[in-house]
């Protein structure tokens, strides 16, 4: 499959507790994204790494949220000391920076806080 | 920041009558609108996008039309089919990252 894959499809957790969640993309991209879901609404967007810059960060990725992309390939996501509110799902894109706006999105890792 | 409003969040058409969604942007900067499609459980799926020289792209049965002084873009599906039922959001891009809207939940009647 060459297409965006994501590790774990589902994590419960208890609050405060920490989770990692993994994303591997497109082998030729360089742009990858993280956005968050809730139910019945669209994506929004957390943060993007350019190679393994993290070029933006959203006012939603509070600081128990952490994002890296060491090695300029798959990138992870830790939420650290998780809430309820935190339930919802973790989408990971990635593009090509020369076609940036053409983001593919992986099958997404759905959390549930209890 | 870029704003995007989406409506209708529900619409329901007859099976081979035509849908419209309709979006509104905020920011003049947007210059990228791309349309997902995205069934229960599945991921988004791009289904087709436009960019701020053109005001208007066709495929098959998809088109999205663009009117930038007013900040309005719409997706139109003709001769709609049982496999379009989803929900569509549409999004707009200032710049690197995509903003989207809420959302419409496609119902195609039988």
């Known amino acids: 499959d060459t297409g965006v894959s994501q590790d774990p499809r589902h994590k419960i957790t208890k609050r405060g507790q920490n989770v990692t969640f993994r994303c591997d993309p497109i082998?030729?991209?360089?742009?990858l994204y993280w956005y968050r879901q809730t139910l019945g609404q669209g994506p929004e967007f957390l943060t993007y790494f350019q190679n393994e810059a993290q070029l933006e960060k959203s006012r939603l990725l509070s600081d128990r949220f952490s994002a890296e992309r060491p090695k300029g390939s798959f990138s992870t996501l830790e939420i650290q000391r998780t809430e309820q509110g935190d339930s919802a799902m973790y989408l990971c894109?990635?593009?090509?920076?020369?076609?940036?706006?053409?983001?593919?999105f992986g099958p997404g890792t759905r959390l549930t806080v209890t | 920041g870029e704003n995007v409003e989406q409506h209708p969040s529900t619409l329901s058409v007859q099976e081979g009558d035509s849908a419209v969604i309709k979006c509104t942007y905020s920011d003049s900067a947007s210059n990228y609108f791309p349309w997902y499609k995205q069934e229960l459980g599945k991921r988004p799926q791009l289904i087709i996008d436009i960019r701020s020289n053109v005001g208007e792209k066709k495929d098959q049965r998809i088109a999205v039309t663009l009117n930038k002084t007013a900040k309005h873009f719409s997706l139109h599906i003709t001769e709609t089919q049982p496999e379009d039922s989803a929900v569509y959001f549409c999004a707009a891009s200032p710049d690197d990252k995509i903003i989207f809207g809420k959302g419409t939940r496609l119902h195609i009647l039988p």
């Open positions: 082998s030729e991209h360089n742009r």
């Open positions: 894109a990635s593009s090509l920076s020369g076609k940036t706006y053409e983001q593919y």
